[in-house]
C-alpha cells in the first residue's frame, strides 16, 4: 500500500498530486526544478547558510538541524515544495504524513527568521507544503 501524500501527478509531467492512500485528489500543485545543474541566483542568505554550515550554528541561534533545511529552501526558493519533498531532500527519510516533524523544523527557522518583520521569507501554501520568497526578487 501507497502512503498518502504528494507523488508525480500521472495526468500532468512536472505537477504534483496529492494521493490519499486509495484514489488520486483534486489537489495539484508545481514540481520544485531538478537541482542537476541548477545554480542558485545571487542571494545574501546563499552567504549565511554557506557562513552557518562552516562554523558553530550555536552562535547564530540556529539548530543544526535546521541548516539543512534552510539550505534547501534557499535552492527552491520561489517555488512550492512539499513536507515529503523537504523530509526526503534534506533528510533522507520518507515522510510520514501523520508526522509534525518539518512543520516544527520550519518553525524554528520562522523564529529566526520571520519573527518580528512585517514581510515573511517562508510562505505556507495550504495543503501543499511551503515556498521560500525573498521580497527582494
Known sequence: ????????????????????G???GA?????APAFSGYE?????LDAAVAAMKASDPEPWGVRPVVIPLLAY????????VTRTMIAEHVWDQHYDSFSNIVDVYV????????DGFQSKLIQTVRGVGYVFSPQSE
Open 107 to 114: 518553525r524554528y527557522l520562522r523564529v529566526k527568521l520571520d
Open 1 to 20: 500500500m501507497t502512503h498518502p501524500g504528494w507523488y508525480d501527478d500521472p495526468w500532468q509531467p512536472g505537477w504534483l498530486r496529492w494521493w490519499d
Open 73 to 80: 529552501l534557499v535552492r527552491t526558493r520561489g517555488h512550492v
Open 40 to 44: 542558485p541566483q545571487p542571494l545574501p
Open 27 to 31: 489537489q495539484v500543485a508545481p514540481r
Open 22 to 24: 486509495q484514489q488520486w
